[in-house]
């Protein structure tokens, strides 16, 4: 699947298909393998070739039970339950060596963490704790970034990944001012929504290790 940059609602739409879609699809694979994989392609497709319909769809379905969802806080739910280390992941590397496994396991650790927040915000002494463990995960996925970059072949691959580098420090930083104004006003859903940017520049950077090593 793409993950499109300019899709509606880029971040939260383009996480819609890998924590929800895609679990679903392994429910009905349990059942029917062939029906499974057909939905699976199909949907790939249409995703790959108009980023962001996966999360039009859900919605199309949320407003038609006219249901009130946060799509932020429930996709960052969701994300927890993701099983990253699944073999079938749109955003783990397979290369062998210890630097591309540690990768895989930095950019878990920080989502994982991240997929906590909704649970946690409310509890001030819990959410605090928490930011200090955002703060130490974000710090050693840019060092595991560091030392993947080392394995990209030739400038282009490891000018692209330098990109992807700054783009994912520069919402670290929008996260942690985020967090300073929810403190002052408490608006809990912006949070959700820069913690959504968060991970998708971490899968955006997982893409690309991918694109460029395999």
């Given at each position: 699947m793409?993950?499109?940059?300019?899709?509606?609602?880029?971040?939260v739409?383009?996480?819609?298909?890998?924590?929800?879609?895609?679990?679903i699809?392994?429910?009905?694979?349990?059942?029917?393998?062939?029906?499974?994989?057909?939905l699976r392609?199909?949907?790939?497709?249409?995703e790959?070739?108009h980023?962001?319909f996966?999360?039009?769809l859900?919605?199309?379905?949320?407003?038609?039970?006219?249901?009130s969802?946060?799509?932020?806080?429930?996709?960052l739910r969701?994300?927890?339950?993701?099983?990253?280390?699944?073999?079938?992941?749109?955003?783990?590397?397979?290369?062998t060596?210890?630097?591309?496994?540690?990768l895989n396991?930095?950019?878990a650790?920080?989502?994982r963490i991240?997929s906590?927040i909704p649970d946690e915000?409310?509890?001030?002494?819990t959410?605090?704790e928490?930011?200090?463990?955002?703060?130490?995960?974000?710090?050693?996925?840019?060092?595991?970034?560091?030392?993947?970059?080392?394995?990209?072949?030739?400038?282009?691959g490891?000018?692209?990944?330098?990109?992807?580098?700054r783009?994912?420090v520069?919402?670290s930083?929008?996260?942690?001012?985020?967090?300073?104004?929810?403190?002052?006003?408490?608006?809990?859903?912006?949070?959700?929504v820069?913690a959504?940017?968060?991970?998708h520049?971490?899968n955006?950077?997982?893409?690309?290790?991918k694109?460029?090593c395999e």
């Amino acid at each position: 699947m793409t993950m499109g940059d300019h899709a509606p609602n880029a971040p939260v739409a383009s996480l819609v298909y890998p924590v929800l879609i895609r679990p679903i699809l392994g429910q009905i694979e349990k059942e029917n393998v062939a029906s499974s994989q057909t939905l699976r392609t199909a949907l790939s497709r249409v995703e790959a070739s108009h980023p962001g319909f996966t999360y039009e769809l859900v919605m199309g379905l949320v407003r038609k039970a006219d249901l009130s969802v946060n799509m932020n806080e429930s996709v960052l739910r969701l994300q927890g339950s993701v099983n990253e280390a699944d073999s079938a992941s749109d955003y783990r590397v397979t290369r062998t060596e210890d630097a591309f496994q540690e990768l895989n396991r930095k950019s878990a650790n920080l989502k994982r963490i991240l997929s906590r927040i909704p649970d946690e915000i409310t509890d001030r002494k819990t959410f605090l704790e928490t930011i200090k463990e955002i703060a130490s995960a974000i710090k050693k996925l840019l060092d595991a970034v560091t030392e993947v970059s080392q394995f990209i072949p030739g400038m282009q691959g490891k000018q692209a990944l330098e990109h992807r580098k700054r783009d994912f420090v520069k919402h670290s930083k929008k996260f942690s001012n985020t967090l300073k104004e929810y403190f002052k006003e408490g608006q809990a859903n912006a949070v959700f929504v820069s913690a959504t940017y968060l991970i998708h520049q971490t899968n955006l950077i997982m893409l690309t290790v991918k694109d460029k090593c395999e």
